[in-house]
């Protein structure tokens, strides 16, 4: 089939290369993640930083994930505890995103940590933006490819419909496995979760080996906007729907196949129906369906992730 996407491109040494060029000259490219698609730029560039934040007509209060290659990149630029260090031993590369005290001697923009002194960092693991970070000389402010507030992008194509021409490269990696973002933990205090994700807080619990604080904190770091991950059509939690124009989001066995249900997972998988959650989001939108239903997820594992999205795409 013929690629009708112009800015989508397979990944190979040319596309590599290409790419590079392109960041080190303070452009932006689409790159997939094992969690979501991101909108990739040099960390250490104002120009590039500033792309990121008008193509995603993201608020300025709202700081952008750096990502880095491995921990000997990173101590340039923030200050490492021995939390992280546990965690990172035990998970990274992976789905999870750290909150760290910035070095005064950091070259990462200010605007991409909206002018705090804390630094949002994460070790992706996908083999395209491995391969790039692994040949810069700087770290990547990479926020979800998406419109500030909308769904995440967990393909190419969705990345291209939503940014068409205004982007020049987005480098084909397939479906994001993961399929919702990174959890995030503040690591810069007491440890706590700000963003819920496929990692659970059992799971850092049992390696930090410390209960976790439930402080409120301030915005340091993407998804704790009030209002977040919007399919455009407004999103009703725990009702159903009383007619055929409106879809209804089910998770779990046994479950009546309608036209307008949509089950995230059969087999009742919480990270599945995770896997499944923005891309049958989009589906629903396309379809013309007017809102969406979603029956109760699960509040647990991966379900504590889905339940958080739902709850902030409701708002």
């Known amino acids: 089939m013929k690629n009708i996407y112009t800015n989508i491109f397979s990944f190979n040494n040319k596309v590599l290369k290409k ?3 392109a960041l080190k000259q303070g452009n932006i490219a689409g790159l997939p993640t094992e969690t979501v698609y991101g909108l990739a730029g040099n960390a250490y560039s104002i120009g590039a930083v500033r792309k990121i ?24 630029d923030v200050k490492i505890n021995n939390h992280f260090s546990k965690l990172y031993d035990k998970l990274c590369p992976g789905p999870i995103t750290f909150i760290l005290k910035k070095k005064k001697k950091s070259k990462i923009v200010d605007l991409a940590i909206s002018r705090q002194n804390t630094v949002a960092v994460r070790f992706p693991n996908h083999k395209v933006v491995r391969s790039i970070l692994k040949k810069t000389v700087f770290p990547l402010a990479m926020p979800s490819a998406n419109i500030s507030s909308k769904l995440s992008p967990v393909n190419a194509i969705d990345v291209s419909e939503e940014f068409k021409e205004k982007l020049k490269i987005i480098i084909n990696g397939g479906k994001s496995k993961i399929g919702i973002e990174s959890t995030v933990i503040d690591l810069t205090a007491a440890p706590k979760i700000l963003r819920p994700g496929i990692i659970s807080s059992n799971e850092i ?8 604080s439930k ?9 704790m906007l009030k209002k977040h991950y919007s399919p455009g059509i ?25 036209p307008n249900y949509f089950n995230l997972s059969q087999k009742a998988n919480l990270k599945e129906a995770a896997a499944n959650l923005y891309k049958t989001m989009r589906i629903i939108k396309k379809k013309g369906f007017k809102r969406i239903f979603v029956s109760k997820i699960p509040n647990k594992g991966a379900g504590i992730a889905i339940n958080d999205r739902l709850k902030k795409a409701s708002s």
Request: charged fraction near 40%.
């Open 205 to 212: 619990k049992k390696i930090l080996k410390v209960n976790l």
């Open 215 to 223: 402080k409120r904190s301030k915005t340091k770091s993407p998804g």
């Open 234 to 258: 407004p999103v009703l939690l725990g009702k159903k729907p009383k007619t055929l124009g409106d879809a209804y989001i089910i998770y779990g066995k046994k479950k009546p196949k309608r």
């Open 19 to 21: 790419t590079i060029k």
């Open 53 to 76: 934040f008008k193509l995603k007509k993201r608020p300025k209060k709202n700081p952008l994930i750096i990502h880095f290659y491995d921990k000997k990149n990173l101590k340039k």
